[in-house]
């Protein structure tokens, strides 16, 4: 199987080590740092994306077995699964939030595709 975008991003991810601090910081140590972070953002971006088109395959999915797409307890447990996996440093608070948020994001394109639409005849 090929390597995809995203495991090439993250593979060079995690092929370079954090960079290191200098003990007596100055703007050169900042760079590296920087590039880390662009590179992360960079994976981030492929994870969102792909996230989103899993959740409209699913809306697809019930939308032809002429199912409800939001399912209110789905998100609970979505959240409840991320916030347990979460180790920081940042919050269950906030791991809460941006979820929140790409739920949201993932659900207001659900609805242009497949519940502003009739539902499909599952035969």
């Known amino acids: 199987m090929p390597p995809t975008p995203l495991t090439n991003l993250l593979e060079s991810i995690q092929a370079a080590a954090p960079p290191q601090t200098s003990p007596a910081p100055s703007t050169d140590d900042l760079r ?16 969102l994306n792909e996230r989103v088109v899993c959740a409209n395959e699913i809306g697809n999915i019930k939308k032809h077995l002429g199912l409800p797409v939001y399912v209110p307890t789905r ?11 979460n180790n920081g440093p940042l919050s269950d608070q906030a791991i809460r939030r941006l979820f929140e948020r790409i739920i ?13 639409d009739p539902p499909l005849d599952p035969t």
């Open 32 to 47: 590296p740092w920087r590039d880390r972070i662009d590179a992360l953002d960079r994976a981030l971006v492929v994870l």
């Open 75 to 85: 998100e609970t447990a979505v959240i409840n699964n991320v916030v347990t996996f």
């Open 104 to 116: 949201d994001e993932t659900r207001s394109l659900e609805r242009q595709r497949y519940q502003d």
